[in-house]
């Protein structure tokens, strides 16, 4: 599926800098999550589910994707469908923004 396909379907808030949304799949995250620090939230149509920070999202992406993470099972219980993400330099800059994206997305899974 495409980012716009994903992003057309969506009946939620887009706070992320960067409005491009990612199937949540191994191919999505292959193909588009960065081996970079950032902050990073996964949603199905109708809610975000959650919103982590990590200093590789690719690997974070993995792990929750891939049922690794202590979040995993709260996160695929609401069935994910895509990922969004941007990219924040130093792990109190990336904590600060993650705090500030809990707030205001109100994940289901957190």
């Given at each position: 599926?495409?980012?716009?396909?994903?992003?057309?379907?969506?009946?939620?808030?887009?706070?992320?800098?960067?409005?491009?949304?990612?199937?949540?799949?191994?191919?999505?995250?292959?193909?588009?999550?960065?081996?970079?620090?950032?902050?990073?939230?996964?949603?199905?149509?109708?809610?975000?589910?959650?919103?982590?920070?990590?200093?590789?999202?690719?690997?974070?992406?993995?792990?929750?994707?891939?049922?690794?993470?202590?979040?995993?099972?709260?996160?695929?219980?609401?069935?994910?469908?895509g990922f969004m993400f941007e990219e924040v330099a130093g792990e109190q800059a990336r904590k600060a923004r993650e705090a500030v994206l809990?707030?205001?997305?109100?994940?289901?899974?957190?």
């Amino acid at each position: 599926m495409l980012a716009s396909t994903i992003v057309s379907t969506w009946r939620i808030a887009v706070p992320f800098s960067d409005n491009r949304a990612y199937q949540f799949s191994e191919t999505g995250i292959a193909g588009n999550a960065p081996i970079r620090s950032g902050v990073y939230g996964i949603f199905n149509s109708i809610a975000w589910i959650y919103v982590g920070e990590a200093g590789d999202m690719q690997k974070r992406l993995y792990e929750h994707y891939r049922k690794q993470s202590e979040q995993s099972s709260r996160i695929w219980a609401r069935n994910p469908t895509g990922f969004m993400f941007e990219e924040v330099a130093g792990e109190q800059a990336r904590k600060a923004r993650e705090a500030v994206l809990i707030r205001e997305l109100k994940p289901t899974a957190q």
